[in-house]
């Protein structure tokens, strides 16, 4: 006789592969599963959208400004005035993202490494410039650094006057580009080990040696990351600006201001010829900070890689 079959031996069918866990080739050849839809889907919708906000509005400003000629697009965008404002812009928009860098880092390392009291108020308050509307910063530090602000009444009669001048203008592109640095490095920190540092002390570095070696390195992609963040974010920065400059022509005019001016003249290919010059510089500015940190992250990358086939060759020796 047959053996016989019973429905507990039987396996149960297989369920049905889900739509939202179908899965996608890896790197390494693997399947891994995914929530999202298919690639081509993604990434149809993708380009749809950076088309939609991005690429559209910027190719607008070009084909505005294909309807000048070469002589006039050339004598809009070096009219003395426009290059006074170029340099403003650019210059300011370094010398803040420098500052901020420095600072922003001292401020990421105290809010990861240290406790203290009010730890979570000073943490709240580094995003105040993101929420804060950019008019309101501009009133605020006019009236603060003004001849008869609170600090400004202090500081003129030292020489030093800020409000209605190039330096208001660095003042107010730091003070909105200061979260940018600290909330790019603060994760990163805090992902560092401090065993490592402890380490380095172990074997007799000191504290200087100990940040250039160990933990410069770890954060360098981050801290130029910040770093563009914030320049990115200060050359297009109008509102805070306007109110502390003074927006005195060949002094305290910056270019967002220039291309402002030029609209109220209803010359809008004037306007849109500025644009691109600011446009073109911003984008090989950032493009050159981008491959900066490819190179770096290269670097560290092939630095890991060189001390990993030395370990196994010095624990041989021993």
């Keep these: 006789m047959p053996p016989s079959i019973s429905l507990a031996d039987t396996p149960p069918p297989a369920a049905p592969e889900s739509r939202a866990t179908r899965s996608a080739p890896g790197r390494n050849g693997r399947q891994r599963f995914t929530v999202l839809p298919g690639f081509g889907l993604s990434l149809g919708f993708t380009i749809f959208y950076l088309t939609l906000i991005v690429l559209i509005p910027l190719s607008a400003v070009f084909l505005k400004t294909f309807t000048m000629t070469w002589d006039g697009f050339w004598t809009t965008v070096t009219a003395p005035r426009v290059v006074a404002s170029y340099q403003l812009s650019f210059g300011a928009s370094l010398i803040a993202a420098i500052i901020n860098t420095v600072f922003g880092l001292a401020v990421a390392w105290v809010l990861v490494r240290y406790r203290f009291p009010g730890k979570r108020l000073i943490d709240a308050l580094v995003d105040l410039p993101f929420a804060l509307p950019t008019a309101v910063a501009g009133i605020a530090l006019t009236a603060l650094f003004a001849g008869n602000g609170w600090i400004g009444c202090y500081l003129e009669p030292l020489g030093i006057k800020v409000a209605f001048s190039p330096l208001g203008v660095v003042v107010a592109l730091t003070f909105i580009g200061l979260p940018f640095v600290v909330r790019t490095v603060q994760p990163v920190l805090e992902d560092v080990e401090q065993e ?94 981008n491959l900066l940190q490819a190179w770096t992250r290269r670097h560290q990358s092939g630095a890991r890689d060189a001390l990993a086939l030395e370990a196994p060759a010095t624990s041989k020796e021993h």
């Design 196 to 289: 490592l540092e402890e380490a380095a002390a172990s074997l007799g570095a000191t504290r200087l040696q100990t940040f250039g070696r160990v933990i410069l390195p770890a954060i360098l992609p981050a801290l130029l990351t910040g770093f563009a963040l914030s320049f990115a974010r200060a050359t297009g920065e109008y509102g805070s600006v306007v109110f502390i400059s003074g927006n005195m022509p060949m002094v305290s005019e910056i270019a967002p201001l220039m291309i402002y001016s030029k609209l109220e003249q209803y010359d809008y290919a004037g306007a849109t010829a500025v644009a691109v010059v600011m446009l073109v510089i911003s984008f090989a500015l950032l493009l050159l900070i």
